[in-house]
Nanobody
Framework: QVQLVESGGGLVQTGGSLRLSCAAS????????MGWFRQAPEKEREFVAA????????YYGDPVKGRFTISRDNAKNAVYLQMNSLKPEDTAVYYC????????????????WGQGTQVTVSS
């Protein structure tokens, strides 16, 4: 199993940037693709981005393409999400997840979730 702790959220103005971090523990971290998801109030959880276990391939949901960048550091058991040109519609709780699979460029998350980190973008 992989345990996950997200951090780096906060309040930012439209057009600003934030960098989220996900600290993972567990011996098998390096073997997993990893993903970021988000959930806004009264909305379903949404796929944001994913990265393969070796970092060679990345995938993004349409709303964030060209603005967000996912990366990972396997030596530190960490995954990051650099978010630029933020918009009010990016406001949500952001979660990272280990992917049990990648289907059509979308992370299929495992059962473990962290507590998430709140991102609020003011207009």
């Amino acid at each position: 199993q992989v345990q996950l702790v997200e951090s780096g959220g906060g309040l930012v103005q439209t057009g600003g940037s934030l960098r989220l971090s996900c600290a993972a523990s567990g011996r098998t971290f390096n073997g997993y693709a990893m993903g970021w998801f988000r959930q806004a109030p009264e909305k379903e959880r949404e796929f944001v981005a994913a990265i393969t276990w070796n970092g060679r391939d990345t995938y993004y949901g349409d709303p964030v393409k060209g603005r967000f960048t996912i990366s990972r550091d396997n030596a530190k058991n960490a995954v990051y999400l650099q978010m630029n040109s933020l918009k009010p519609e990016d406001t949500a709780v952001y979660y990272c997840a280990a992917c049990v699979g990648l289907v059509s460029g979308t992370c299929v998350p495992g059962l473990n979730w962290g507590q998430g980190t709140q991102v609020t973008v003011s207009s």
